[in-house]
């Protein structure tokens, strides 16, 4: 499965990117493709960090690393799709939970750092 939705989250990153860039231009004001932006390039940094951890596990089935995955799965849903949804007129409270979802991709490379320090 992660190998699937890795590529899935990388397939929509460009489409979100894609749609920020043609879509939204004449749209959004600099702080919105701003915000535009810099979800998309999270997005995808996350989606490829989670095709790293899909090579991984089939490479080292030993290295449990579930759950750094659902803490990137997670993190990247909150922080950048609170982000896209104030940039299509969500409310602005949503800022507020953009760093829960940070705070849950830092912990799921915290995690996979102690799992990799654990299997050494």
């Given at each position: 499965m992660g190998l699937s939705v890795a590529s899935l989250k990388?397939?929509?990153a460009v489409a979100l990117g894609a749609f920020g860039a043609h879509g939204l231009k004449s749209r959004l004001d600099e702080q919105g493709l701003g915000w535009w932006h810099t979800a998309t390039q999270y997005w995808f940094w996350?989606?490829?960090?989670?095709?790293v951890l899909g090579?991984?596990?089939?490479v080292l089935p030993q290295l449990a690393i579930q759950g750094a995955a659902w803490s990137l799965q997670v993190g990247i849903v909150i922080f950048a799709g609170s982000l896209y949804l104030?940039?299509?007129g969500?409310?602005?409270?949503?800022?507020?939970?953009?760093?829960?979802?940070g705070t849950l991709l830092l912990v799921g490379?915290?995690?996979l750092a102690w799992r990799a320090y654990q299997t050494a």
């Open positions: 990388l397939a929509l996350t989606a490829l960090g989670l095709l090579v991984l596990q089939r104030m940039c299509l969500g409310p602005r409270w949503l800022g507020a939970i953009t760093p829960v979802g490379w915290l995690l």
